[in-house]
């Protein structure tokens, strides 16, 4: 089975799956019935307007004219033979949870970017070169250690709750169509819903699983306590030492 067909540009998304069309643009989502479409309008080469029975249109835009072709083609593939005259009353709208627009996101990296070469700058005009270098290898070692603390201190939590609730399950090794290995595993929670773990050094068909009932989307490869308390250890220390030297390197000019 295909997978379903995305057009986007910027922050707006329209997705194709079997039967219904997804408009995702700022914080409002708009899913529309294909049964409710009359038909679909090129506009230029990267816009479409999507007509309904009811003669209400929608309009998506693409990123390029490639995708935006592929897109009508696939959108009128899809279209069923028998429509819905109530066009706007089948199409339902919702607000969807906070979404970080591509100007924010550039404007935040502008602005840490801009605080971090006036940092480097000012310690090097105060305090001379050599400190000035520290503080730009701190700074980027700072965040680097932070981020490894948070992923450990994140990996424990998980670890915990599963030692506590967890459920194991057998997991087997996946396949591609042309019959070459995956380097997952797949697993079929109580729900029946299939979820894979990534397991790229496990050679056997089959490995043990497990995974959190109340969310099992937190999973894990079954492991011994040793190599559990080994790795977490291992990458604490290296996470706090990267961090040490980090806020040395940042402090170091002012100390």
């Known amino acids: 089975m295909l997978s379903s067909q995305v057009l986007t540009k910027g922050d707006t998304d329209a997705i194709l799956d079997p039967g219904l069309l997804t408009i ?12 409710a479409v009359q038909e679909v309008h ?20 693409g990123g390029n004219a490639y995708a935006t072709t592929a897109f009508l083609t696939a959108l009128n593939n899809a279209l069923p033979e028998e429509r819905d005259p109530a066009g706007s009353a089948l199409v339902t709208t919702e607000e969807g949870g906070f979404i970080l627009k ?19 700058w000012w310690t090097a ?16 070692a700072l965040l680097v250690g932070l981020l490894s603390t948070f992923a450990v201190v994140m990996s424990v939590i998980d670890k915990a709750v599963l030692a506590r609730r967890g459920i194991t399950v057998v997991a087997r090794r996946a396949y591609y169509p042309n019959g070459k290995k995956a380097r997952h595993y797949t697993f079929t ?3 029946g819903n299939e979820h894979s773990q990534d397991a790229p050094h496990r ?3 089959n490995i043990h699983v497990v995974y959190d009932p109340e969310k099992p989307a937190r999973h894990a490869a079954r492991e011994t306590v040793f190599m559990i308390v080994l790795k977490h250890t291992s ?10 030297l980090g806020l040395w390197g940042v402090l170091a000019p002012y100390i």
């Open 102 to 120: 591509m100007w924010q996101a550039w404007t935040g990296g502008a602005a840490a970017l801009a605080a971090y070469v006036g940092y480097v």
């Open 125 to 140: 005009a105060a305090h001379g070169g050599g400190m000035g270098l520290a503080a730009f290898a701190g700074l980027l």
């Open 42 to 61: 090129p506009r230029g080469d990267k816009a479409l307007e999507i007509v309904l029975t009811d003669r209400a249109v929608h309009r998506i835009e």
């Open 189 to 191: 929670d109580t729900s």
């Open 203 to 205: 050679v056997t068909e």
């Open 24 to 35: 995702s643009r700022d914080r409002l989502i708009t899913r529309i019935p294909l049964a």
């Open 235 to 244: 990458g604490g220390a290296l996470a706090l030492g990267i961090l040490s």
